[in-house]
Structures are given as C-alpha cells and as structure tokens.
C-alpha cells in the first residue's frame, strides 16, 4: 500500500491528504488504523546481515538465501561478511547461510517478533563440529538374497532377514535407495517371473518358510510398501547353487551342442576313468547361437508354472556376442546300442547358470546424534538396462564415466544404516567351484572317436514323447543326437579349468555406479570405491566364508577406512590365486586383519605403483621370508591378528595406482552362517 501512494502524482496526493484528515478529524478513522494500512505485509524493510566464524571473523562470500513467498532471492557476502535485503515486514522468512568448510545455518526471520534489523549470523566450522560416517561394502550373492535387499522389506522378524542383516551387524530396519541399480533387479524380477516364486514360498509351498513384513512409509527415494520374504529351508544342491531349481529360474532354455571351430576353446570334454561308454561335454555357446539353435526348457517349465523366458530372451538379443553367461553340460555315449543307462539314471543337458549377486555400499551413522545427508555425488557406467559388462576390473570401467550429483535430503539417526544399491548381475564363480572335482578328468579316450551321441535339446512333442517311453533303445533315440567330433577339435578343446577360467568372473546388467562422495550436514565427506575382487559376500543359502578384511589409513580424513575383504571365496587351497586391489589416494598404511574363527594362508604379497615422474609401474615385495615368493611357504594370521604395513616404506611420494598384490586363500574353523 506505502507503494501504491508513493506512485500517486503531487495532486492526488494532496487532495488524498486532506481527504483522510477530515476523515480523521470528523472521528470516521483513526491514526492507528491508518498506520497499520499502509505498514501492510507488503512493506519491505531493509535488513543488514553480518555473517561471522565462531571467533568474530567475518566470512566472505556465504551464500545467503531468503525464502518466502515467489522465488528464493539469494545474496554473497562481501569482504567484510556483510549482505542486506528487504523482506516483507510482517511475514515469517527463512534464511539458508552456506559457505564451504562450515555447517549450514537456517533461521527464520519474522520483524514483527523480532523487530532489530541488524542481524548477526556465526557459523560452525566443520573441523570443529565435523560429522563421520563408517562405510563398508557388501556383495550379496544366490537367489533371493539380491531380492530381500532390493523391494522386499529387510523385517527383522523374519529368521533370514534377520540372520542375513546380523552377519553385517545391522539390528535397525535399514533405509534401502531405490535407483537404477534397484530397478534392475525389480525388472529382472518381474520378467523371469520369481516375483510368484516368491509369492508362493511366502503362502507357505515349495518347502520355504514366510512371515508377512510391517510396512513402512516410504518416498520416491527410499524402498517401497511391500511385503514378505522368504527363509529357505532345503539342503544345498548343485542345481540350487547356481541358481537353476526348480522354483528358482531365469533361463528355461537349452542349447544344442556346437561342433564349428569358433566353439573350441569354450569346450571341455570328460570322461570318467572307470567309464568306457560315457561321459561329460560342457560348452559356453555365443548368446545369438542358444538363440538360433536352442529350445524351450519344457521339462523345467512343467515342473513349475511360473517360469517366465522374457527377461532372459532380451538379454540375448542386447548381447548376441557374448559367451559365458550361459552354459551347458551335455552327457554323451559312443555306442547308441550297447549303452547301458536310459532314463533311470535322469539324463538331462544341465543348464550352468551363474548366481546373482548384488553389491551395495552401507553407510552408517556413527554419531550421537542425526545427521541430515543433503546430496550424493556419484558417477555412472550408463547401459541398457539389458546390456552386460564384464565387471571384473570395475577400476578400469570408470576410468572414463560421467559424474552426477543428486540432491536427497535424508535424516540418518543414530547407529542407523543407508545400503545404496551399485552393481546388480551374475557371478560365475560358484560353477567354477562345483565342477572342482572334475578338472583332472581325462579326455583321451575321446580320441578314437570318429561320432558320439549327445544329449539334445528336445521340442516340445519329443518332450512328450520322452514322458511316455520305457523302452531304453526308444529313449536314447529321442534324446541322442549324432555328433561328427573331429580329432583337432578334441586336441584344440579346452580343459575345464582353463575353461572356467577364460570366462568373466562377473557380468553386471545395465548401469554401474560408483559413490564418490556424501554431503552430510553441509560437510563432504569422500567415499573410496570397491576394491575389483568383491568385498565382504552375504551368501546364506551357498554357506559362503567370510575372508580377510583389508583397511587403509586415509591420511587425509586422519581415519581408518574398510575397503572390504580380500581372497573372497577363496575358502580352500585349491582356490589359492592372486589378487590385485587398489587402495585408493592419500593412503599411507594398510591391514589385513582376520576377524573371523578362520586362518588365513598368504603365500605371496607386494605393494605395486605407478612412478610418478617415469610413469613406470613398479612393484615392492614386502621384505617378509614366508611373503617373497608363490612357493607354499605360508604367512598364517589366526582371528584377531592383522598385518600391519607403512606403505611410506615402499611407495614414493606422489605415486598413483597404488594397488595390493597378494596370493593366498584363507580356511574356515567353523561355518559362522548356515
């Protein structure tokens, strides 16, 4: 209103004048009122503001934000940490003061209670109050596993949620970000069609045992309202391990084994010692071939209704080149006459399917009080959501990645954690493992073998026909093929470790993310990437081991930080191998700690680096007699135990790609998950 009257022209304004005076005089209308209408909310009062560190320093350029009615206005302090602005005089205003190294201020400002228009501001820096959080990386691994971190809800009331979440000392129901590594799993779990596995297993069939979850509030950000989770109660099988039961599926689909020359490598051939007539082909066929020449598993969709093939056929046409997603073990025999075995002995191609797996990052609040996670920083491998990425050396992927930051705004309470879903896919790992005992098979009786009978996948009349028959020589017929195998094919094959080893550890499905860094209460705080070798495993229903943790000194924050486990599932000697992982930047020391009823046997270790003006990669063994060399002789840590190294000893100053190379395996004293 003061507005309007000061735009009046010098007549009216005079004639106004004496209008509202004889008003006055005649005792229609009071001073007071008068006041009042025209100091209405819409006055605008200037305001000085002084913004200030704890000891009466000023802060220049603080950003300083006003939020009322329209747009936020936004000021910077001068030298002298000075701002001003007019706000409405009767309104209530907020103020956001934010300025890198302090923590965020907010207040409100309202001139009608607090009428002084010199305010004065301080700010808290955050090397005083600092807020920390704990991190630690997880990789769950098997059939549901992935599906109870994803959108069922982690209730504590049921026997495997709770057993699962108190192996990663989780006792609070966690907060779950749903992202695109979320919906990954979602959609995959959607288009196999396990979301009715499920289902059925939380009714109470197929053996499992269920309980319904609470629901919880939930944002855009955070897991859905659902329910139910399962506990699974059967022994461990080969076909549970790798994923492929009966009531578990992704790939209802059988593949015929493939003689061209492009096959060879992905071939390994056994024959047992004590068997002449029989034995073993396992073949990893190109995606686009078990396309073309494949079929229908109509045997594993009768055993159950509520397979579905569309994921996995969209996962085929995304990636028509790639081998070793999917397997097959095949079973032949030389003479189609005299064999012996027939359908008792339930002769089937095997399907070799790897585990899925999900890796996550917990974050955990380990103050005494809430904190408020404003941001996330975050850089992304960006797939199709049908796409695979051998994800063996995620250090290597995101070296060139784009980088995005998400504003979140969450409160953490105390002792509570945040899982943040990175990396959903496939880990073929566990088919390596089950086919151990059958790497020093022989294959040279194969090679007299001009033609042998394999296994074939059948159509779905053949399918039928198979159910009907008794006779062994009308069995063999529907379901042996005749293959030419020729001699260079059998002597180029390979062995089956070779095999196993020449495929990817790992395939993710669709993006791959990394955190870089959480804004908490205005204080960024960076977050180390995963080592390559997957970190601490969640496997309950694969009883898998727990394995040493690594730890590195982050010079930097002053602070110990867990990267994870290393000699992951490498439970026995028979798996001992080496493994490189990278420590991150400003790390000056690291440990291996073993924590677990377990030793771990570390046979070789060395600290490799980039040198910084050579650009030349060295390598440092560490000067210990039982580490200098690959040889058996073995540097054991019981539980409690670590070995501590002062990486300054070894590496110069401003070296880069600075990794720990070590071989070793680590052996279980008892199962501490069953």
Sequence with gaps: MLNFFNNLSSPVKVFLGFFLAGLIFAGLLSVDYLTSFITSSDTLVKVELLVQTEDNQPIQDAKIQFISRGSPTTKYTTVNGYAEIKIPFRESVEINITKEGYETFVDIINLEVDPDTNKKFKLKSLNSSSKTIDYQYYTSQNEFIPLILSSLRPDLNIPIIQQVLEHIHIDKIPLIARNDVFENIERFKVESNNQRTIQKAIDGKYGFEASDAEQI???????????????????????????????????????????????????????????????????YPKLLDLAKYGKKDYGRLNCSDNLGDVWIRKIIN???????????????????????????????????????????????????????????????????????TVADQRSVLFKSSSGFTKEINILLQPANHFLIPIEFGFNTQPVKEAYQLYADMEKSKLLKAEEIYVRKPLSKVESEKENK????????KINMSPVNISEDFINGANSLTDLFNSIPKRFAVGMILNVKSLKINGQTINIAPPSDEPTVYISTLLEGGSCPYLVVYDAQQKSWLELGTI????????????????????????????????????????????????EEVQAVVYPTPELQKVDEDYFLLHQGEALEIDLEKFVPPNAFDVMLKINGYYQALQTSLS
């Design 318 to 388: 995304n990636n028509q080149d790639v081998r070793g997603f999917l397997g097959f073990d095949y079973h032949f025999i030389f003479d189609l006459q005299n064999h012996r075995l027939g359908c008792q002995d339930s002769w089937e191609i095997t399907r070799i399917a790897p585990s899925p797996y999900l890796k996550f990052i917990d974050i955990i609040n380990n103050n005494q009080e809430a904190i408020r996670i404003e941001s996330i920083n975050y850089e992304s491998i960006n797939k199709s959501p049908y796409q695979l």
């Design 567 to 614: 000699l992951s599932a490498r439970k026995n000697k028979s798996l001992q191998q080496e493994e490189l992982h990278h420590l991150g930047n400003n790390v000056s020391k690291i440990k291996i700690e073993e924590r677990e009823p377990e030793i771990t046997y570390i046979d070789a270790l060395s600290i490799v680096y980039t040198e910084p003006n050579t």
């Design 217 to 283: 509030d939930s944002s855009s950000f955070f897991i859905p309202n659902e329910t139910g989770v399962v506990e699974y109660s059967s022994t461990n099988k080969l076909s549970n391990r790798l994923g492929d039961n009966c009531y578990f599926s992704y790939a209802p689909l059988l593949g015929s084994f493939q003689t061209a020359d492009d096959n060879i490598k992905y071939t390994a051939l056994i024959q047992y010692d004590n068997a002449d007539e029989y034995g073993n082909i396992i073949q």
């Design 469 to 476: 028959v008794t006779d062994l020589n009308q069995f063999n």
